[in-house]
């Protein structure tokens, strides 16, 4: 499986960014795929994640900032995942990487199969 993701840029504070990740090779053994994020300086936390079959989303550790902010779709046809920001903050700025997994959210969250290459987005204040 090959993950390729898109979408970063430069925008300011309040704007909106949609992120794709499309996938390909061995699609159908993708269970989950997911976003990551890792801020300069920081380590890389879970974003949001999305079971494909039933389209279930899951958020990371932030509480409502990013749920009501954030959306995670996918297109099954596709094979392709977004995320969807807006009302983007400084504090959003980090380099975005998409994944998948072939097991478990948790899997997913935790050590996904497959990585794409990162995203940058810069949210100017």
């Known amino acids: 499986v090959q993950l390729q993701a898109s979408g970063g840029g430069l925008v300011q504070a309040g704007g909106s960014l949609r992120l794709s990740c499309a996938a390909s090779g061995h699609t159908f053994s993708i269970y989950y795929m997911g976003w990551f994020r890792q801020a300069p300086g920081k380590e890389r936390e879970f974003v949001a994640g999305?079971?494909?079959?039933?389209?279930?989303?899951?958020?990371?550790d932030f509480g409502d900032s990013v749920k009501g902010r954030f959306t995670i779709s996918r297109d099954n046809a596709k094979n392709t995942m977004y995320l969807q920001m807006a009302a983007l903050e400084p504090e959003d700025t980090a380099i975005y990487y998409c994944?998948?997994?072939?097991?478990?959210?948790?899997?997913?969250?935790?050590?996904?199969?497959?990585w794409g290459q990162g995203t940058q987005v810069t949210v100017s204040s």
């Open positions: 994944a998948a997994d072939t097991r478990t959210l948790n899997s997913l969250m935790k050590s996904p199969n497959y």
């Open positions: 999305i079971r494909l079959l039933t389209g279930t989303t899951y958020f990371g």
